[in-house]
């Protein structure tokens, strides 16, 4: 059975907190999460796990994401020697899209319009739960960033198999209509 991996993290600290986008290296991963077709289930990992989060993403066949390449793989290889890039098979939706369409959408504007839901916070919430999580040791602000975060990889799931479904996608054109782009997942 093929094993495709759906995947996302949050980071500790952002951009601006490390010096700057060329550095997400140093933002370190609060939380990840993956969706495993073959398990048929989710797995959270927090920062101590981040080893087993690498392994299952190498041994995937498939990894799909939305921005995971440059963004998620950049935090993840604060962590590691190897260059998860090359070394994994990958579709980034955000990517895929943004070659077809030359411009970039957000995950929210495809899921709103494609599966009439959104995310359920954003990365600046994520940061924020961490922070409080640092500050008073209480594992609640963990679980939120957790539960946040397997939404987005269980929103990327969704669009990925409507994308397989349907030979397309459909997104907001930011002028109050609908748009679709042709995708061959």
């Given at each position: 059975m093929t094993d495709i991996v759906y995947f996302d993290l949050e980071t500790m600290r952002s951009a601006d907190d490390v010096g700057g986008w060329n550095r997400k290296q140093d933002m370190g991963m609060s939380i990840g999460v993956t969706y495993s077709t073959k398990e048929g289930k989710y797995r959270i990992f927090g920062e101590s796990e981040v080893n087993q989060l690498i392994d299952q993403l190498l041994n995937a066949d498939l990894v799909v994401g939305y921005n995971h390449v440059s963004f998620d793989y950049a935090v993840l290889e604060g962590y590691t020697i190897l260059d998860l890039g090359s070394q994994t098979r990958n579709l980034d939706l955000m990517v895929d899209v943004e070659q077809t369409l030359g411009k970039r959408l957000k995950l929210e504007s495809i899921a709103g319009a494609s599966l009439g839901m959104g995310k359920s916070a954003d990365g600046l919430q994520a940061l924020k739960w961490y922070a409080e999580y640092r500050r008073s040791g209480d594992s609640q602000f963990l679980m939120k960033?957790?539960?946040?975060?397997?939404?987005?990889?269980?929103?990327?799931?969704?669009?990925?198999?409507?994308g397989q479904q349907n030979g397309k996608i459909l997104f907001d054109d930011r002028n109050g209509g609908i748009a679709e782009v042709e995708v061959k997942w």
């Open positions: 960033i957790a539960e946040y975060c397997a939404f987005d990889v269980k929103v990327t799931k969704c669009v990925h198999e409507y």
